[in-house]
């Protein structure tokens, strides 16, 4: 926003849009159209689905085209600020309590339905009568060793090489934050760059890992709960890995056209609030996914 | 600026004209889409209720009559589903759009575009789901709660209806999301969270609640789809996972859900009974504390819903005290509601009449929740009608009572007309005589050994299910007056026109503004004695 925040006590009421119900139309779209794909109806689904994403993308693109140009004339008031704030604030807290089911999922099977399997506790009937001869270990497919065979992804490999990408990533997106704060542009556009760079190392090892199991490996989303945790939890980490790339990209566009201000530029925030979440749940999952 | 005289600045060139179109499919005006919510939850309970018929057409008489085993199961799954998630949660969501900016003085909620986005979500979203219906093999028939590996052998509605909840909750958090930025950030100069009317106090944290445990549900049923379509093995033993598991983590998700559909509904109560009884709310800030305090404990309660799965001991002891903690702070409510009552000037307006139910009958089902959270009683209790009994006492006389009570409570102020008192009476009482006819003898039922969702039944029965399904019958029938009431009040049959202060007793911000209330309110900042305030003056 370029001009001064307008008086706080000005109630800013936005004018209607078209863009919400666009968007209900293309979720609407997109996931009766994967239903249907899921169910083997190709020649309903495909064009649903892609209709659907295509609508989605186009419902962001005016949306955010719409706020922006709002913000950047200069009519939101403090109080929206605040708003958006608590948006993105509690959207993030809606994320991590969406990690929180996997996690509990992982926490659940490795402390409690794998040692209640090999007969540890209240599983001792059980493991006598319907898995005989299994015994509870960490990582496993399961007493029926369901998908076969796999073997295992080292932690002090390439995850260790992300874990590091990603903290540095933490570290020059803030860089670009200060230089933002103290309005050198050409700093910010250097390490919101290099972010984005780090970013996308990160997704390119993340890639090669997921070949590597797939086709060296045989570790798959099939290997019992163990390839079920991992495919899980580092696949969706990954979706937000690209949706946080994604973002970062066109906040370094905006920082190209000059939509920030020093002191105002939620936007940018927003952005790395956003990546800083999904730099925090990599820790959380390199520790209980790859190391313990 | 130092200036008193703040204007709302509206960013558009036909607010004051807007079409048709524009107002109620793009609009971002928190009346217009309250109406929406409401009506659309209307609609739900309508179709959830003709569903309930068909359960009870069935029930009517041992043996099968009406509809297939198959089809009996459909109906008691979506049923569940069209109630939860289309019509309460949806019509509190209504109410809190109508009447928080009212109560807290703002000129709109938060974010109005995403609020029109989090209600145009959820009609696409029953368009899938109940679609479901017609599709071959038909709906969901596992139960609302979609249990692993029951839900994962059904047909092709699974991964429909799995993404028609995804939609629904992504709605309930938007909705949520925007809650909360209303509350904290559009309250009027002056009004301190806690001399904030109730209301908005349960919805706050009610909202908190949402956005705690929908992102859980979705991932529970995300992994449902990926167990049944990706080869996962979360709720697969031979995986080495855990169909139990599926259990915790959609309680985690169900025991707050509950909360979520209460706890709006004790703030609705807590508006009406003080405007009829013509005296503060009795202990306001212990019904703000009791209110966190029940979200609080809603989240380590959940495992009570699976007492028989085989838990270790200290698992079921833990989850048996803890349910039972809930009492307290319940009690507390219940109590200050009655205080609120002792020694007031109470009138038998309709709002009050179902607002008292609300507490007699609510309270009802609370003690037999009571009785389930007993470890060894619910080995008894599990899965009968006692259950059945026991949560359509909480949600039926509990929160669709609510609603109905804040729906003729507010209806005067929606409309600008006083509805038709004489038929809400009516309403009130059929509905009040036939609901306990429908659901007291279930408790009976349960006691007894009649597990629940079955289309059949040992003939030992049949007396009890036919006064339930005769109150069913009733209880049904009876909301289409209530369907007629608000039509006729919304198109001013009575003639009778109200003034700003509908209720003689009422209290609070949104009896200041015009009725109908205009359809832009407190575009400047109001300014307000504490007095006035829905609980009184609070500094004493």
Not at chain 1, 242 to 260: A, N, P, Q, Y
Not at chain 2, 44 to 57: D, K, V
Not at chain 2, 261 to 280: C, N, Q
Not at chain 2, 484 to 493: P, Q
Request: aromatic share 16%.
């Amino acid at each position: 926003m370029a001009n001064p925040a307008p008086d706080p006590g000005i109630y800013y009421v936005p004018h209607s849009s078209k863009w919400p119900l666009v968007g209900s139309i293309g979720l609407f779209l997109m996931l009766a159209g994967f239903a249907n794909l899921m169910n083997g109806n190709k020649t309903l689904g495909m064009p649903m689905t892609f209709a659907g994403i295509a609508v989605i993308l186009v419902m962001f693109w005016g949306w955010f085209r719409n706020v922006i140009s709002e913000s950047v004339r200069g009519l939101y008031n403090r109080q929206v600020d605040f708003s958006f704030r608590m948006g993105m604030i509690w959207f993030i807290f809606s994320e991590i309590m969406f990690f929180a089911a996997f996690f509990g999922a992982l926490f659940y099977a490795r402390v409690l339905s794998v040692p209640w399997l090999g007969g540890i506790g209240d599983g001792e009937l059980t493991n006598i009568y319907i898995w005989s001869g299994f015994e509870a270990a960490w990582p496993t497919s399961g007493p029926e060793q369901v998908g076969g065979e796999y073997g295992l992804i080292g932690a002090w490999g390439i995850p260790l090489l992300n874990t590091m990408l990603l903290l540095a990533s933490g570290v020059t997106l803030t860089i670009a934050h200060h230089a933002l704060k103290a309005g050198q542009r050409t700093q910010v556009l250097i390490w919101l760059g290099a972010t984005i760079a780090l970013g996308a190392i990160f997704l390119y090892f993340q890639m090669y890992e997921y070949v590597h199991a797939y086709r060296d490996l045989n570790l798959t989303l099939g290997s019992g709960v163990y390839g079920s945790t991992f495919f899980m939890l580092t696949g969706f980490h990954g979706v937000h890995v690209t949706l946080g790339t994604i973002m970062l990209i066109v906040i370094w566009f905006r920082c190209l056209k000059g939509h920030f201000s020093k002191d105002d530029h939620f936007g940018f925030e927003a952005v790395a609030w956003y990546w800083h979440f999904v730099d925090v749940v990599w820790l959380i999952l390199f520790i209980f996914v790859y190391v313990l | 600026m130092a200036t008193d005289t703040a204007t709302t600045v509206h960013d558009d060139g036909h607010e004051h004209a807007p079409s048709f179109i524009d107002r109620w499919f793009f609009g971002t005006n928190h009346k217009d889409i309250g109406t929406l919510y409401l009506l659309f939850s209307l609609a739900m309970f309508l179709i959830g209720g003709a569903m309930a018929m068909i359960i009870r057409a069935e029930l009517f008489m041992p043996g099968m009559q009406i509809v297939n085993p198959e089809f009996f199961n459909q109906m008691t799954t979506m049923h569940a589903l069209v109630m939860i998630f289309g019509a309460v949660m949806p019509a509190f969501v209504g109410l809190a759009n109508w009447m928080l900016p009212l109560m807290i003085g703002a000129p709109d909620m938060a974010l109005p575009r995403l609020n029109n986005l989090s209600f145009w979500i959820l009609p696409f979203a029953f368009l899938i789901m109940l679609s479901t219906l017609f599709m071959e093999g038909g709906g969901p028939a596992g139960g609302w709660t979609l249990y692993p590996p029951l839900s994962l052998q059904q047909g092709n509605s699974m991964a429909f209806v799995i993404f028609a909840i995804h939609m629904m909750g992504l709605s309930s958090i938007m909705g949520a999301i925007n809650i909360i930025a209303t509350v904290l950030n559009m309250r009027a100069p002056g009004m301190d969270l806690l001399k904030m009317p109730i209301f908005p106090w349960t919805w706050l944290i009610t909202a908190f609640l949402l956005i705690g445990v929908m992102p859980v549900l979705a991932g529970a049923i995300t992994m449902l789809l990926t167990d049944k379509f990706f080869l996962t093995s979360f709720f697969n033993a031979a995986g080495g996972g855990d169909p139990v598991m599926y259990q915790h983590i959609f309680w985690f998700f169900g025991h707050p859900e509950v909360y979520i559909m209460i706890l709006p509904a004790f703030g609705v109560v807590s508006e009406i009974i003080p405007t009829f009884s013509r005296k503060p709310l009795f202990g306001y800030q212990a019904m703000v504390y009791a209110t966190a305090s029940i979200a609080f404990l809603s989240f380590i309660v959940w495992a009570h819903h699976m007492f028989t799965v085989g838990m270790p001991l200290g698992g079921e002891l833990f989850f048996m005290y803890a349910t039972m903690l809930i009492a307290v702070p319940t009690g507390v409510k219940v109590f200050n509601w009655v205080s609120t009552m002792w020694q007031g000037s109470l009138t038998f307006e309709t709002p009050m009449l179902f607002a008292i139910g609300f507490v007699v009958m609510f309270t009802i089902g609370g003690f037999s929740g009571l009785m389930l959270a007993i470890v060894p009683a619910d080995y008894q209790y599990h899965d009968t009608y006692f259950v059945v009994a026991h949560f359509h006492y909480v949600l039926v006389t509990g929160s669709v009572f609510a609603l109905m009570a804040g729906a003729y409570y507010w209806l005067p102020k929606w409309t600008g007309y006083m509805y038709n008192e004489t038929l809400g009476k009516w309403h009130f009482w059929l509905s009040t005589i036939f609901v306990n006819l429908l659901f007291f003898p279930q408790h009976f039922l349960g006691l007894a050994g009649m597990p629940r969702r079955i289309p059949d039944y040992n003939i030992a029965f049949s007396d009890f299910n036919m006064i339930s399904s005769i109150g069913g019958f009733g209880f049904g029938l009876a909301q289409l007056l209530f369907v007629y009431v608000v039509w006729s009040c919304a198109r001013g049959r009575s003639g009778i026109k109200v003034g700003d202060r509908v209720w003689e007793g009422a209290r609070g911000l949104e009896w200041t503004v015009p009725s109908p209330a205009p359809h832009h309110t407190f575009t400047t900042p109001p300014k307000f004695d504490d007095r006035d305030l829905a609980h009184g003056d609070v500094s004493h």
